[in-house]
Each structure stands twice: as C-alpha cells, then as structure tokens.
C-alpha cells in the first residue's frame, strides 16, 4: 500500500511541474502555444483550466502525504507509572551481605 501511495505522489509531481510549465506568467498561457486552443476554449477557459489543475494536482500531493505519515506513524511508548514504581521498590543488591569482615 504505500508502494502505491508513494508512486501515485511520485506521478502527481511531475504532472504538477508539467502543468506549471505550461503556464505563462503574463496570462497567456498554454492558449497562446496553441492557435487552436483560443478558437475552442478562449483564454479565460484555458487558463481556469490549467489554475484548477494545478491545485487540484497540489492537494492531491498534500492529502496522500498526510495519509502515508498516519498509515506509517509509529506511536510513542510511555512507560507505565506501574514499572517506574516497582522499579524504585527494587531492592538493592545483597551480595556483599553475610560475609565476614576481618
């Protein structure tokens, strides 16, 4: 699963970075590379397009990466107080205890 997860990222990147070089940064667009694109869809609709793409391809970036960080989140283990108390309680090494000292 996060095989898949990580190619679909993968693909939506570069997409990404195709869609944002298609766009002019003067509004032109990708209206102005093709002469046909103005005659079928006009500049307003082109470059609505390509806006929508880009933040559609953006989201779709953000929300698999926020999947795969809680499918793979590791939760952090307390110690319990129970082993902490026990742990004080022990008592201390006897070893020494009993032998005769000269």
Same mark, same amino acid.
């Given at each position: 699963m996060?095989?898949?997860?990580? +190619?679909?990222?993968?693909?939506a990147s570069v997409l990404l970075v195709l869609v944002v070089l298609m766009q002019n940064p003067k509004g032109g667009?990708?209206?102005t590379d093709f002469g046909s694109a103005h005659q079928m869809g006009g500049v307003?609709?082109?470059?609505?397009f390509?806006?929508?793409t880009t933040w559609s391809l953006a989201g779709v970036i953000a929300v698999l990466?926020? +999947?795969?960080?809680?499918?793979y989140h590791e939760p952090v283990i307390v110690p319990q107080q129970d082993d902490a108390a026990t742990e004080q309680q022990a008592p201390a090494d006897n070893s020494g205890e009993g032998a005769v000292q000269e």
């Open positions: 996060g095989t898949l997860l990580t +190619v679909l990222i993968i693909i667009g990708l209206s307003k609709q082109t470059n609505d390509i806006e929508k990466s926020i +999947v795969m960080t809680l499918m």
